[in-house]
């Protein structure tokens, strides 16, 4: 019996288009899903769309068109984005569709019968664009004197009749919730913020509007929708079958094994969400990891600065793997990053056609050679051979341990060290001399090599599968259960046996030339 993985991305607005942002959570989450699964596990991946709430209601009435009308259209550009990145997520969740309507609503009965709610009165701040309260100690005044959030975000004065939560009585709980569980929020600087915020104190959190009719109604209370971020976060439940908690996939996947997401959204998963899972007698999810946020060449992104990075752009131009590796690998998962089309061109250029473009096609052109396009039969091994398997064999290791904390830099750091050696190896042995000093050698090192593609070749899958698709085919490992995680407790001749056939080398990686990202990088400013 597999082990359960349940991962999700944030249900994205669909006021917007989606970019590089939303991209770069979706991919991370997609490298854990295919890891989880090359390692034996069962993964629901969940991502979708966030249609309710006051920011989606204004964009539809700026497009002069109905909101269910705007949500199915916006909606659909999201689920192509995934298309384009070669998601394999299991599910597609919209907050429109009666399954989740449901859901929230049997949650919010469940808080109601536990005491968790009262009807009053909100008068406060509130900014549409984050669809979030804020307290008045949080804001700043601007030049034109408007308040605004600690976002940037401008707030409005908003008084409304409400549902409150009581998340004031939450608080103490939360904290030693925190304290029992260390590696809840991710990483442990962002977990710190949280702390801080909640040990400030907890006011009631307003859980309805009456200004606003897009939305789900409150069960008897219908001139009332439930708030954009209980509605939403309640995704993550409706997606295995909420209120059904004898449904197999609830049983099965709940509660959720990672929610990933920018570090914008943090204090709604990881304060109101496990408040209102408490709450409501849930269990809680294993953990919350924010990542940093990407500007392009320095400036926030956004589309009124007319600087949106498009995903499909950067894909047309540089292929999906080469920009999969790029966003994983360019900036230490967790921190701020900044996007130039220089960076990506040095990166790819070097990591992917230089170290590892080079070695498969360095190692496979030998076997054509030297012998005869097989894989050779190896001899007894030497220490500079056991120097180079050694980590190649620790990498699956290596890497889970570092995916496990998602930490997407650092395996693959660790994957190229051993792409590296292998690379010295290639020219400390000097295959060509061998041929004619020692061709039993020459065996040995070219099997080592090979073995080392093979490994590399299959962690690597779930970060660029389909150009590691084709470095294993290249080097005849069949498609199934070889290229597995399991696969890599074999021998290089228990996976490779010698006789078998490699066909031609390819090219895995070509390079970008550098003209491509000149002229680009200013065009951006623009
Ligand atoms: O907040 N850099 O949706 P949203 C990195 N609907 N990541 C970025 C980014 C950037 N510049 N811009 C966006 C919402 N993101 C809610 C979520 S979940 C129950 C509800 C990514 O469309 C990042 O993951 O504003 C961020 O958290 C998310 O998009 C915000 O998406």
Same mark, same amino acid.
């Given at each position: 019996?597999?082990?359960?993985?349940?991962?999700?991305?944030?249900?994205?607005?669909?006021?917007?288009?989606?970019?590089?942002?939303?991209?770069?959570?979706?991919?991370?989450?997609?490298?854990?899903?295919?890891?989880?699964?090359?390692?034996?596990?069962?993964?629901?991946?969940?991502?979708?769309? *966030?249609?309710?709430?006051?920011?989606?209601?204004?964009?539809?009435?700026?497009?002069?068109?109905?909101?269910?009308?705007?949500?199915?259209?916006?909606?659909?550009?999201?689920?192509?984005?995934?298309?384009?990145?070669?998601?394999?997520?299991?599910?597609?969740?919209?907050?429109?569709?009666?399954?989740?309507?449901?859901?929230?609503?049997?949650?919010?009965?469940?808080?109601?019968?536990?005491?968790?709610?009262?009807?009053?009165?909100?008068?406060?701040?509130?900014?549409?664009?984050?669809?979030?309260?804020?307290?008045?100690?949080?804001?700043?005044?601007?030049?034109?004197?408007?308040?605004?959030?600690?976002?940037?975000?401008?707030?409005?004065?908003?008084?409304?009749?409400?549902?409150?939560?009581?998340?004031?009585?939450?608080?103490?709980?939360?904290?030693?919730?925190?304290?029992?569980?260390?590696?809840?929020?991710?990483?442990?600087?962002?977990?710190?913020?949280?702390?801080?915020?909640?040990?400030?104190?907890?006011?009631?959190?307003?859980?309805?509007?009456?200004?606003?009719?897009?939305?789900?109604?409150?069960?008897?209370?219908?001139?009332?929708?439930?708030?954009?971020?209980?509605?939403?976060?309640?995704?993550?439940?409706?997606?295995?079958?909420?209120?059904?908690?004898?449904?197999?996939?609830?049983?099965?996947?709940?509660?959720?094994?990672?929610?990933?997401?920018?570090?914008?959204?943090?204090?709604?998963?990881?304060?109101?969400?496990?408040?209102?899972?408490?709450?409501?007698?849930?269990?809680?999810?294993?953990?919350?990891?924010?990542?940093?946020?990407?500007?392009?060449?320095?400036?926030?992104?956004?589309?009124?600065?007319?600087?949106?990075?498009?995903?499909?752009?950067?894909?047309?131009?540089?292929?999906?793997?080469?920009?999969?590796?790029?966003?994983?690998?360019?900036?230490?998962?967790?921190?701020?990053?900044?996007?130039?089309?220089?960076?990506?061109?040095?990166?790819?250029?070097?990591?992917?056609?230089?170290?590892?473009?080079?070695?498969?096609?360095?190692?496979?052109?030998?076997?054509?050679?030297?012998?005869?396009?097989?894989?050779?039969?190896?001899?007894?091994?030497?220490?500079?051979?056991?120097?180079?398997?050694?980590?190649?064999?620790?990498?699956?290791?290596?890497?889970?341990?570092?995916? *496990?904390?998602?930490?997407?830099?650092?395996?693959?750091?660790?994957?190229?060290?051993?792409?590296?050696?292998?690379?010295?190896?290639?020219?400390?042995?000097?295959?060509?001399?061998?041929?004619?000093?020692?061709?039993?050698?020459?065996?040995?090192?070219?099997?080592?090599?090979? *073995?080392?593609?093979?490994?590399?070749?299959?962690?690597?899958?779930?970060?660029?599968?389909?150009?590691?698709?084709?470095?294993?085919?290249?080097?005849?490992?069949?498609?199934?259960?070889?290229?597995?995680?399991?696969?890599?407790?074999?021998?290089?001749?228990?996976?490779?046996?010698?006789?078998?056939?490699?066909?031609?080398?390819?090219?895995?990686?070509?390079?970008?030339?550098?003209?491509?990202?000149?002229?680009?990088?200013?065009?951006?400013?623009?």
């Amino acid at each position: 019996m597999s082990k359960p993985y349940y991962i999700t991305t944030p249900i994205f607005y669909v006021n917007d288009t989606p970019h590089i942002g939303h991209a770069y959570t979706s991919l991370a989450c997609d490298v854990l899903a295919r890891f989880k699964r090359l390692d034996g596990f069962e993964v629901a991946f969940l991502t979708g769309t *966030d249609e309710h709430g006051q920011k989606v209601a204004k964009s539809a009435a700026a497009a002069g068109v109905d909101p269910q009308a705007f949500t199915d259209k916006v909606s659909q550009h999201f689920r192509d984005m995934g298309t384009a990145l070669g998601l394999t997520n299991t599910d597609f969740i919209r907050t429109t569709e009666p399954r989740h309507k449901r859901a929230c609503q049997a949650l919010w009965n469940r808080l109601v019968e536990r005491g968790e709610v009262y009807l009053g009165r909100y008068a406060g701040w509130y900014a549409t664009s984050d669809e979030a309260f804020y307290q008045e100690s949080e804001l700043t005044t601007n030049a034109a004197g408007k308040k605004i959030a600690p976002s940037g975000s401008v707030c409005e004065w908003m008084e409304e009749p409400s549902y409150f939560f009581r998340l004031s009585v939450w608080g103490e709980r939360l904290l030693a919730f925190y304290d029992a569980h260390p590696d809840f929020i991710l990483p442990s600087t962002r977990r710190n913020e949280v702390v801080s915020f909640v040990k400030s104190g907890l006011e009631d959190l307003s859980i309805s509007r009456t200004a606003l009719t897009w939305g789900v109604p409150v069960p008897d209370a219908p001139e009332h929708v439930m708030y954009v971020w209980l509605d939403a976060l309640t995704n993550y439940l409706t997606a295995l079958g909420y209120p059904d908690e004898n449904a197999d996939r609830f049983r099965t996947f709940w509660p959720a094994d990672l929610h990933l997401m920018g570090k914008d959204i943090l204090r709604f998963h990881a304060v109101y969400w496990p408040a209102f899972l408490m709450a409501a007698g849930l269990p809680v999810p294993q953990r919350i990891f924010a990542h940093g946020w990407w500007t392009n060449e320095g400036r926030k992104i956004s589309k009124s600065l007319g600087n949106v990075i498009d995903p499909l752009e950067l894909i047309s131009t540089y292929g999906l793997d080469p920009v999969r590796y790029f966003l994983m690998r360019e900036v230490p998962f967790g921190q701020d990053g900044d996007f130039s089309h220089a960076a990506m061109v040095r990166r790819l250029n070097s990591d992917l056609a230089n170290d590892l473009g080079n070695l498969a096609q360095r190692a496979l052109v030998l076997v054509q050679r030297f012998v005869e396009g097989r894989v050779p039969t190896p001899g007894p091994l030497t220490e500079a051979d056991r120097a180079l398997l050694d980590p190649a064999e620790a990498l699956l290791a290596t890497v889970r341990e570092a995916l *496990d904390a998602q930490a997407f830099h650092k395996a693959l750091e660790a994957v190229w060290s051993v792409i590296a050696d292998a690379n010295r190896y290639v020219d400390t042995q000097a295959p060509w001399t061998l041929r004619k000093t020692d061709p039993a050698r020459l065996g040995t090192v070219l099997v080592a090599l090979i *073995d080392v593609l093979r490994r590399v070749g299959i962690v690597l899958q779930p970060f660029m599968p389909q150009t590691m698709g084709r470095l294993l085919d290249q080097l005849g490992v069949p498609v199934g259960e070889a290229r597995t995680f399991a696969a890599l407790a074999l021998s290089a001749s228990e996976s490779l046996p010698p006789g078998t056939p490699l066909p031609p080398p390819q090219g895995l990686f070509p390079r970008v030339e550098e003209q491509k990202a000149e002229g680009r990088d200013q065009g951006s400013e623009g």
